[in-house]
C-alpha cells in the first residue's frame, strides 16, 4: 500500500473519491457532506490531499481544509473504499495526514467534526480533545459547508452551537505546555528518587 500526497496524476480518481464519499454516507445514514469531483480535483491540485493506492486501484482518501487565515485546519472526506476497510487503512491514511498537516501548517490548530466513533477513537490517539463547537473555528465559510449535509437544520436551530457531529481539536501550544508540565513533573520525581537513593546508601 502506498499512502502518499495526492499529485496532478491522481486527479483521474477524483470522480471515484467524489460518489464513494456520497455512497458511504447513504449506506451508513451519516451526515457526510458532499464533495463534488471539481472540489476534490482542487484539493489534490493544492497539494493539501493525501491518497491510498493499492499499485493503481484506489484504496483511500482524505483532505486538507484551511480556515481563519490558516489559524485553523481540518481534514475532511476521509475515506476507504469497501474491499480495503477493516485492515487498519483509515488510520493510516488519518495519521500521514495529521503529520503532513503539522509540517505544512504548524502553528495552525487541527479540528474536526465526526459522527463515526472509528475516526474519533483516532483522532483521540493523535492528540485530539473533544470540544464545543465555538472552540472551533467561526470561519462561516466552514460551516457553509455542512449545508448539503441531512442534519444541517439541527446546526442551524442551534446557531451552530451544536449538531450531531462531535467537535474534536488538537491545540499544538496546549499540547507543547502539557509536554513542557508532564516533562518538568518527570524531571522532580527523578530528583526525589535520586535523593532517596542516597540517603538509603548513606543509612
Known amino acids: 500500500m502506498n499512502i502518499v500526497i495526492a499529485g496532478k496524476s491522481h486527479i483521474q480518481y477524483a470522480k471515484q473519491i467524489s460518489e464513494l464519499i456520497a455512497s458511504s454516507a447513504q449506506v451508513r445514514g451519516t451526515g ?15 497539494k493539501n ?9 484506489f484504496a483511500g482518501f482524505c483532505y486538507i481544509e484551511v480556515w481563519g487565515h490558516n489559524k485553523y485546519v481540518a481534514h475532511s472526506g476521509l475515506i476507504v473504499a469497501p474491499e480495503y476497510r477493516g ?4 488510520k493510516s491514511i488519518k495519521t500521514k ?5 503539522r509540517e505544512k501548517y504548524p502553528d495552525a490548530k487541527v479540528f474536526g467534526i465526526t459522527t463515526g466513533l472509528p475516526v474519533m477513537k483516532i483522532n483521540y490517539e493523535l492528540g485530539y480533545k473533544p470540544v464545543t463547537f465555538s472552540e472551533l473555528t467561526d470561519d462561516p465559510a466552514f460551516w457553509k459547508g455542512c449545508q448539503t449535509c441531512k442534519n444541517y437544520d439541527v446546526l442551524t436551530r442551534t446557531d451552530h452551537k451544536m449538531c450531531l ?3 474534536m481539536l488538537y491545540d499544538p501550544q496546549a499540547d507543547a ?11 522532580r ?3 526525589i528518587k ?9 543509612a
Not at 49 to 57: E, F, R
Not at 97 to 101: G, V
Not at 177 to 187: F, G, L, R
Open 32 to 46: 457526510i457532506a458532499r464533495r463534488t469531483p471539481e472540489y476534490i480535483v482542487s484539493k489534490i491540485e493544492n
Open 49 to 57: 490531499a493525501i491518497i491510498a493506492l493499492d499499485g493503481d486501484v
Open 87 to 90: 485492515k487498519g487503512l483509515a
Open 97 to 101: 495526514i495529521f503529520d503532513y498537516s
Open 165 to 167: 457531529c462531535t467537535g
Open 177 to 187: 505546555e502539557e509536554k513542557t508540565y508532564d516533562n518538568a513533573v518527570m524531571s
Open 189 to 191: 520525581l527523578n530528583k
Open 194 to 202: 535520586q535523593s532517596l537513593f542516597l540517603n538509603k546508601k548513606k
